[in-house]
């Protein structure tokens, strides 16, 4: 951005006549203008607020499927699948957190469990929203053990998720 507010400087002594050219017309005046407001544009609005978010990094050699848990006002609610590609990164999250903790469930593309945890929450084959952790069997879902996830309040977090112990 410095180089930019430079560069409509340099423009604006050259045009106004410090470089050498004298104004011959109101075209070159309409340029001055236009670089001055540029300048004072991108020196005067304040940058745009950082996004909170929850993002999950796959630091794996496979591609990953990850689900994501949270506890909303009166009940647990679980969604996946997002699909994460080896040493990349997914926003699971892309609102301002408003759990503290999270939990996290991930599995490989063979189903084979990459993350697991102690809180047991249900998941569903497909892509799936679930409000609810009881009876998840009885309900037609599957029951996985998800990895809790303190963000300390924070406003953004990012999990690494790292390949299982051989």
Request: aromatic residues 10%; hydrophobic residues 40%.
């Amino acid at each position: 951005m410095e180089d930019i507010e430079i560069a409509y400087v340099s423009k604006v002594c050259c045009v106004l006549g410090q470089g050498g050219d004298k104004p011959k017309d109101g075209t070159v005046r309409l340029k001055v203008w236009h670089a001055v407001g540029m300048a004072l544009a991108l020196t005067v609005l304040p940058p745009a607020p950082a996004r909170a978010q929850f993002a999950v990094c796959n630091q794996t050699f496979d591609v990953i499927n990850v689900a994501l848990g949270a506890y909303d006002r009166t009940a647990f609610e679980t969604s996946g699948w997002w699909t994460i590609g080896p040493n990349q990164c997914a926003n699971v999250v892309e609102d301002t957190l408003t759990a503290r903790y999270f939990y996290i469930y991930a599995t490989d593309v063979f189903g084979r469990e990459v993350m697991t945890g102690a809180t047991p929450m249900c998941v569903a084959p497909d892509r799936f929203e679930i409000r609810g952790e009881d009876e998840c069997l009885v309900r037609g879902l599957l029951e996985a053990r998800f990895h809790e996830v303190d963000t300390r309040r924070s406003e953004r977090w990012t999990v690494f998720i790292y390949p299982p112990p051989s």
